[in-house]
């Protein structure tokens, strides 16, 4: 069973910098696309950055130049960067393995609209103004 576990959520004032982490525990990981999304109370959850397995990378307009994704094959592991931390990146941050990345490409799909087969539990974002 293929399970995605977050960490590195926390409090931060605004201005401040995170770095979640996701292990994704798989023998696939390098082939496949990976993202994170969010949701805060209230709202739809939102796709905030996307890389894929030839590392190729999308964010979210909101969240360009500030957050970065990457990720470490060898130690089956995702990253999002974030930088420059705002009151509304406040939420919810889940990590998402393994899309019909293939399909979505040749239907030239929003990377960010993937859809994932694997989820994380999620780690709280607080960012204090």
């Known amino acids: 069973q293929v399970q995605p576990v977050e960490s590195g959520g926390g409090s931060v004032a605004a201005g401040g910098s995170l770095r979640l982490s996701c292990v994704v525990s798989?023998?696939?990981?390098?082939?496949?696309?990976v993202a994170w999304f969010r949701q805060a109370p209230g709202r739809e959850r939102e796709g905030v950055a996307v890389?894929?397995?030839?590392?190729?990378?999308t964010y979210a307009e909101s969240v360009k130049g500030r957050f970065t994704i990457s990720k470490d094959n060898a130690k089956n592991t995702l990253f999002l960067q974030m930088s420059s931390l705002k009151p509304e990146d406040t939420a919810m941050y889940y990590c998402?393995?393994?899309?019909?990345?293939?399909?979505?490409?040749?239907?030239?799909?929003?990377?960010?609209?993937?859809?994932?087969?694997?989820w994380g539990q999620g780690t709280q974002v607080t960012v204090s103004s």
């Open positions: 798989s023998d696939f990981f390098s082939t496949y696309c």
């Open positions: 890389i894929d397995s030839d590392d190729i990378t």
């Open positions: 998402a393995a393994d899309c019909k990345l293939s399909y979505y490409k040749d239907y030239e799909v929003d990377p960010l609209e993937y859809e994932y087969n694997y």
